[in-house]
């Protein structure tokens, strides 16, 4: 898409805030109203149309993205990816602890035993660890309470838990973030604590490297976007 508009402004309406190209509502790739719930996150993205100099490139507008993404995935399949988000708690990446390397095992223990601990305390559940790979059939209790603590958000905060747990692999890492306990950075390194220390034994893989960094900047921009909404 060619950048064909001239003004780029933001307003209050009556559900939230909208941005207008040259006085028009922006809508979604579904043609869905775009309405965002603050004016600083409808500041953010007409700040991104208004960066474009010849071509929209969604790539280059991570809120806009995220956004429409809510609006047209998120909001319409909540109970469906309540669900999806429920079964990774029940398979969450910090249960499954290293059986041979015993280094990489005890920076587990060290790094991820404090967020299981916490999401007993905070919603109850009460989450085993093994050793390996093979999957590890949790108690069904923590169903309900997954239920209870993922219904509890809204569907801005959902599509950044959505994006979190999708990227790092843990739902109680990204209640953890959505919740302000974590930070993008902190994030990061317990999501990906594997593969950092394979880089660090091993040596880095340019590729691998740079899967990374991407990474990193969705979290960042996730992290920037609760800050918005």
């Known amino acids: 898409m060619k950048r064909i508009y001239e003004q780029v402004s933001w307003h ?10 040259d006085g028009r509502q922006l809508k979604s790739p579904a043609k869905q109203a775009l309405t965002l ?6 500041k953010q993205v ?17 809120y806009f993205s995220l956004a429409v993404t809510i609006i047209d995935r998120v909001s319409p399949q909540r109970a469906e990816l309540i669900s999806q988000m429920v079964s990774y708690g029940m398979n969450d990446l910090l249960c499954y602890r290293e059986a041979t390397d015993m280094v990489l095992a005890s920076r587990q223990t060290e790094n991820w035993d404090s967020w299981l601990d916490w999401a007993h305390s905070e919603y109850g559940l009460s989450l085993q660890t093994t050793t390996g790979i093979m999957p590890i059939t949790q108690a069904d209790l923590n169903v309900p ?6 219904s509890a958000l809204t569907d801005w905060e959902l599509g950044v838990l959505v994006r979190a747990a999708s990227l790092g692999g843990s739902l109680v890492l990204g209640l953890a973030f959505v919740t302000g306990k974590l ?3 902190r994030l990061f390194s317990l999501s ?23 990474i990193r ?13």
């Not at 209050?12 to 190209?21: C, I, K, R, S």
């Not at 007409?46 to 991570?62: F, G, L, Q, S, Y």
């Not at 309470?145 to 993922?150: P, Q, R, S, V």
């Open 145 to 150: 309470k997954l239920e209870t603590a993922i």
């Open 12 to 21: 209050a309406n009556d559900n939230g805030f909208e941005v207008q190209l």
């Open 217 to 229: 900047a969705e979290l960042d921009a996730a992290h920037v976007f609760l800050t918005l909404i």
């Open 37 to 42: 719930p603050t004016e600083a996150l409808a």
């Open 46 to 62: 007409a700040d991104e149309w208004d960066a474009v100099e010849e071509t929209v490139e969604p790539a280059a507008m991570p």
């Open 183 to 185: 930070d993008a950075a």
């Open 192 to 214: 990906f604590l594997d593969e950092l220390y394979q880089g660090e034994k091993w040596g880095e893989d340019a590729e691998a490297v740079q899967r990374l960094n991407n």
